[in-house]
């Protein structure tokens, strides 16, 4: 086992880092998040120069070739800026779509165009009822005279509000919550019978609510036979999702620490302070957790056993999900006042991890998954 | 020993409970049931009504309003108020100036203020903490200098609760720059609409404005606005932090956020199973109402404890109190973001003020964020919990 990198992925390190560092203090970010899609057309067409929007797609279909461990190091950079472009929406969750459900016509057609940064998608799954249930689909699609039609509601579509293309769940048979019947399909967001309606999510990314009435759509893969990849393409989006949590984490524990270095309190800096100190070191051992479970979760998001995948993805989310709340809260708390407060970075991250704690399953949900699954280790 | 309450006890908690339930305005009970802020105008209608009934500062002297109840009474007062949603007399007011001016300030004061303070004629805000002196408040240097029948004061006050609404505020202030820090600070009353004075104000991470930072700037201070003797200030400040010793652990807040939370998880669904009916969430609710019900007999312990206890002395005990109530408090704020899960994500400050559109999510979604984020402010203000355990450390165990 080698946990270091190899070399041209320690140059995409560098390369990605050293982008958000000079493209996303907080002041950047703030003015960014003043633009009405809320994040920055330029540094989107930079990160397609930078061959990053197409870094997970092969190279023979106008990508970089890059597996989850690359996915990771790009993850991760965003989690430490906050960066608000929708990468996460675009690249991992609609490009993992396309990936393992597109025929390679609809590959070459839309794989380039995502990575050259002129196509912007989103993944319109999640509805009203369903909770964390990813087979809850009642959106329904319908077939006549070789068309299909889409007719529905979906939910809290991160990204979706902008986006140019959608890709959308929906029930072709099957009853309600039967993983079985669901189909993907791609649908056009400017087509008569879509609407959508906009919003900020606590973290000040934005998603929408989108309703389809009787929509032209084109199925993506078989359709009724979509819920193994959908639940794959989540499993590969939780790794992602762990990388950016562990970046989000490094960055609040970082900025904690220089806190207690310079906060001055009774005389001295508060870091002196050996409860204090005790705090920052558990927040430590919680990240540390958490960056172990996030290499786990991208050594297993490829895993061709759907069980084992699951398993270990629940895992990584249990453990991202419990270090990330303890990290948080503590980051506040060592803060004092000031970490309560909007004009201190301090509290974005707090807020970002909370969405993530929340995203595709919040660490009960997946502990109840593992436990049903007997947990990890053989008995 | 006798664990239980006497029959008069009980007939008094009677009484307010139907009082807070039944003749309290309804329309601003649900709205703090909501998890909605109060306006101004809410609040002050609330004081009044309560302090029409002689039931705003029942804690006072008699003279000032109070009713001479027994320790027990009070207790009954504030968890019969808390748990029907009734918001509290202003803290500011009714807690800490009143009690101040009420033992430590002259005739003249207590006339002029006391009335006015415990019917919400003047809101009060309290300036103590600064940028520099947050737990180590006795640093504060916001000064305040003699020049003939005034102080000038000049500095800085911070995390100032509500100081938008406030029409005066009651400041520690520097006096003798020379004296150690604990004996050189006064107990000023000053007017909000005095020239000099800038309220800025401060967002807080759930996109709310409470607190602000005033700034004052040569501001004229009439000599007669001091409290008590000058340069005595932290005593008196001593006094109003160790004045709050049992509604600090808001035992009847975090009940009735637990009989909400029920309610909600009994409306919301996963799959073809309630919230409520969650093995896991039920649990870990379960948990926290035997935390909840174990700190309810410390704070009996506590409030029958008062009796012997001196007057006006931190009872190191209320420590234990604050630690534990703040985190059953936070506590209840992540049982609600379990219910609504996912739909804690969209951000819509528009339940404060009433739905345009409709809601993303259930309406009952829109708060539970913002309470989650806010309520991390509980372990951090009136003395951290860090500097609670402090107390505890010295005062109780001796270390
Ligand atoms: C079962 C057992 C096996 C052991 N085996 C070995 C062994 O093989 N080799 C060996 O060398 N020693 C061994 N020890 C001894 C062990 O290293 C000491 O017990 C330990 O270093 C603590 O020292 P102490 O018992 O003198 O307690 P103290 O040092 O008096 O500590 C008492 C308490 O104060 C805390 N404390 C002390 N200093 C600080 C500080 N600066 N900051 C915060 N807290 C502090 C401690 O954590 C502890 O809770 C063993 C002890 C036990 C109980
Ligand atoms: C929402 C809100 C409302 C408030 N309202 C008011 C108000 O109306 N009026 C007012 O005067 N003040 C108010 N405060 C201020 C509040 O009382 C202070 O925030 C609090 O005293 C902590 O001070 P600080 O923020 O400067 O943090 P610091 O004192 O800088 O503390 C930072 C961290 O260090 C820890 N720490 C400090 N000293 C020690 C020590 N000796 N040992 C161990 N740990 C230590 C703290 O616990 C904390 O975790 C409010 C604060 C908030 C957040």
Request: charged share 25%; with cysteine; net charge negative.
């Amino acid at each position: 086992m080698d946990f270091d990198l190899s070399e041209e992925q320690s140059l995409l390190k560098d390369s990605v880092e050293k982008l958000v560092a000079q493209h996303y203090d907080f002041e950047q970010r703030k003015k960014y998040l003043q633009t009405p899609q809320g994040w920055s057309p330029d540094l989107w067409a930079r990160y397609a120069e930078m061959g990053l929007l197409g870094l997970p797609f092969a190279e023979a279909e106008g990508g970089f070739g890059g597996g989850a461990v690359e996915t990771m190091i790009v993850m991760e950079a965003f989690g430490r800026g906050l960066v608000l472009e929708p990468y996460f929406a675009t690249v991992v969750l609609a490009g993992g779509l396309l990936r393992h459900a597109a025929s390679s016509a609809q590959r070459a057609e839309l794989l380039p165009a995502i990575a050259s940064g002129t196509l912007r998608m989103a993944f319109a799954h999640s509805e009203r009822q369903a909770r964390y249930d990813l087979a809850d689909v009642t959106t329904s699609a319908r077939e006549s005279a070789g068309s299909w039609r889409i007719t529905g509601e979906k939910s809290l579509v991160l990204a979706g509000e902008h986006a140019d293309r959608l890709i959308v769940s929906a029930r072709v048979a099957g009853a309600a919550r039967a993983q079985d019947g669901i189909g993907l399909f791609l649908v056009d967001a400017g087509a008569a019978g879509v609407s959508r309606r906009g919003y900020a999510l606590q973290d000040a990314t934005r998603a929408a609510e989108i309703s389809f009435s009787d929509v032209p759509a084109t199925p993506l893969g078989a359709p009724g036979k979509a819920f193994p990849v959908i639940a794959r393409v989540v499993d590969e989006a939780l790794a992602a999702l762990a990388a950016e949590a562990v970046g989000v984490m490094a960055a609040m524990h970082e900025v904690t620490l220089d806190y207690l270095r310079t906060r001055k309190q009774f005389g001295r800096a508060i870091g002196q302070f050996q409860v204090l100190q005790h705090r920052a070191v558990d927040m430590l051992v919680a990240i540390e957790q958490a960056r172990s479970m996030a290499f786990f979760a991208t050594m297993m998001a490829n895993e061709a056993d759907a069980t084992e995948r699951r398993r270990a993805l629940a895992a990584a989310k249990i453990q991202i999900g419990r270090s990330g709340h303890k990290v948080g809260q503590e980051a506040i708390q060592l803060h004092g006042g000031i970490g309560m407060t909007m004009e201190y970075k301090v509290g974005h991250y707090f807020k970002r991890m909370t969405m993530i704690e929340l995203l595709f399953g919040d660490a009960d949900h997946h502990l109840a998954e593992l436990a049903a699954m007997g947990g990890l280790i053989a008995g | 020993m006798d664990l239980a309450f006497t029959k008069e006890e009980i007939a008094f908690r009677d009484e307010m409970r139907h009082f807070f339930r039944n003749e309290f305005p309804e329309a601003i009970r649900r709205k703090a049931s909501e998890g909605r802020h109060l306006s101004r105008e809410e609040m002050v209608t609330a004081q009044r009504f309560l302090n029409a009934r002689g039931l705003a500062v029942p804690h006072w002297p008699q003279a000032w309003g109070g009713r001479d109840w027994s320790s027990i009474q009070t207790y009954f007062y504030q968890d019969e108020m808390q748990q029907a949603n009734v918001p509290s007399p202003l803290p500011f007011n009714v807690s800490m100036v009143g009690p101040v001016i009420a033992t430590f300030g002259n005739e003249r004061q207590k006339h002029e203020f006391l009335p006015q303070i415990a019917n919400l004629d003047i809101w009060f805000c309290q300036g103590f903490s600064e940028p520099g002196s947050g737990s180590d408040l006795a640093s504060l240097r916001t000064s305040a200098k003699r020049d003939g029948d005034h102080y000038l004061v000049n500095g800085q006050k911070t995390w100032t609760t509500l100081a938008q609404y406030a029409d005066w505020i009651f400041c520690l202030v520097r006096t003798d720059p020379a004296a150690k820090p604990q004996e050189g600070i006064s107990f000023l009353l000053i007017d909000m609409k005095s020239p000099g004075i800038t309220v800025r104000p401060i967002q807080t991470i759930d996109g709310g404005h409470e607190v602000n930072e005033v700034f004052f700037d040569d501001v004229k201070v009439p000599l007669e606005n001091l409290v008590g003797q000058e340069n005595k200030g932290w005593d008196y400040a001593k006094f109003l932090l160790g004045n709050e010793r049992t509604g600090i652990a808001r035992v009847g807040t975090s009940k009735e956020r637990i009989r909400r939370i029920k309610e909600l998880a009994a409306l919301e669904r996963s799959g073809d199973q309630r919230v409520i009916d969650n093995p896991r969430f039920r649990e870990k609710l379960a948990a926290v109402e035997v935390e909840l019900k174990a700190l309810e007999l410390t704070q009996l312990r506590v409030v029958a404890n008062e009796r012997r206890a001196q007057h006006g002395k931190p009872d190191p005990a209320s420590s234990i109190l604050k630690i534990k109530g703040s985190e059953i408090q936070q506590a209840t704020t992540e049982l609600l973001m379990d219910v609504v899960g996912p739909y804690a994500m969209p951000y819509q400050p528009q339940f404060e003020e009433g739905w345009n559109e409709p809601p993303i999510g259930p309406d009952y979604a829109a708060p539970a964020a913002p309470t989650y984020f806010n309520w991390r402010k509980i372990s951090i203000y009136g003395g951290s919990n860090e500097i609670q355990r402090n107390i505890i450390a010295k005062a109780i165990l001796g270390l």
